[in-house]
């Protein structure tokens, strides 16, 4: 059982920043990765970063490359995304997920947390 509870979304104009955090408990320790998944309005939920545990290694979608930043706290067991410069494109509803294996895809996901709004005008 793995519980991933988000927070730090909001409103935000264009422009400005906010970070998410992902805060994970319960059996973690197989998690071979974690990420952070949006999906707007009708679309697709697609990857927009992930962090593999092991050695830190990051991925980005390219939208986001140069803006966003994924880090890992691994004492406090929680995943952070700082988006800066963020824009209006960026509106979506933002998913932490966990993975045993990869974290590119949505059918690669593990564990899902409920999803923290992220509104940019």
């Known amino acids: 059982h793995v519980q991933l509870v988000e927070s730090g979304g909001g409103s935000v104009q264009a422009g400005g920043s906010l970070r998410l955090s992902c805060a994970a408990s319960?059996?973690?320790?197989?998690?071979?990765?974690m990420g952070w998944f949006r999906q707007a309005s009708r679309n697709e939920r697609d990857m927009v970063a992930a962090?593999?545990?092991?050695?830190?290694?990051?991925h980005y979608a390219d939208s986001v490359k140069g803006r966003f930043t994924i880090s890992q706290d691994n004492t406090k067991n929680t995943v952070y995304l700082q988006m800066n410069s963020l824009k209006e494109e960026d509106t979506a509803m933002y998913y932490c997920?966990?993975?045993?294996?990869?974290?590119?895809?949505?059918?690669?996901?593990?564990?899902w947390g409920q999803g923290t709004q992220v509104t940019v005008s």
């Open positions: 962090i593999y545990l092991r050695n830190a290694e990051t």
């Open positions: 319960g059996d973690t320790g197989r998690n071979n990765c």
């Open positions: 997920a966990g993975s045993l294996g990869f974290c590119h895809r949505v059918s690669d996901v593990n564990y």
